[in-house]
């Protein structure tokens, strides 16, 4: 079962903020907020990635299941929203470019974003930051306040950054997004998949800069 971690414990911002970490392939799943929940990214949604025992675990119930945000269209961070959608019925925040591809399946559920739309949560709002590159409508959730980065598939601990090699991946995208992120005042980081960075997390952003202009 995948492992869950309060991620509080070692930073005081991100107070309220819960992980569960993706098992082999399978993206991390961020929670923000208990009773109005806004859930980041929703995993694979397989018989190893279940989710709902996780939010379970998290004393996180289907009422509770305000929202749920996906940071780009790939499967492994978008079909765990299925199965949240079994049980509850969540606002499922998608970007413009990548909504064709889930759209027919969300329906109703679905709310379309783009560059600089607000969404809030039970904490803090969060900024839709349009980052293409990984895919074209990837994007980043930034807490401004708490100076908290969700950084989906584009920028990733220790310099790493996302593969730009899929249908709508671009490396020029992925460089231009990653110098707008590279402008962002971040402490903490966290990433589609990976350990999450809780502090200095900017200097990590300007090394997965540096990184992938090598490429571009
Ligand atoms: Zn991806």
Not at 34 to 59: C, F, H, M, Y
Not at 103 to 112: D, H, I, K, N, R
Request: glycine residues 10%; contains cysteine.
């Amino acid at each position: 079962m995948p492992q869950i971690i309060d991620l509080q414990k070692d930073t005081p911002t991100l107070k309220g903020v819960k992980m569960i970490v993706g098992d082999g392939l399978c993206s991390n799943i961020y929670v923000v907020g208990r009773e109005k929940a806004t859930i980041i990214d929703t995993g694979v949604g397989n018989r190893l990635n279940p989710v709902w025992p996780q939010l379970k675990e998290l004393s996180i119930e289907p009422e509770n299941v305000e929202k749920v945000v996906i940071t780009h269209a790939h499967h492994d961070h978008a079909m765990g929203a299925f199965l949240i959608l079994e049980k509850s019925k969540p606002k499922v925040y998608v970007h413009d470019k990548d909504s064709k591809y889930i759209a027919s399946s969300l329906g109703e559920s679905l709310v379309v974003v783009e560059e600089g739309d607000i969404i809030e949560t039970e904490l803090w709002p969060l900024e839709v930051i349009w980052t293409p590159g990984h895919t074209e409508g990837g994007m980043c959730l930034y807490a401004r306040g708490p100076r908290i980065l969700f950084s989906g598939d584009t920028a990733f601990p220790d310099g790493y950054f996302g593969r730009f090699d899929g249908e709508t991946g671009s490396i020029e995208d992925l460089v231009e997004s990653l110098r707008k992120l590279a402008k962002l005042k971040v402490d903490a980081m966290l990433s589609g998949h990976g350990v999450p960075v809780i502090r200095g997390a900017e200097d990590n952003i300007k090394l997965a800069l540096r990184n992938a202009e090598l490429y571009g």
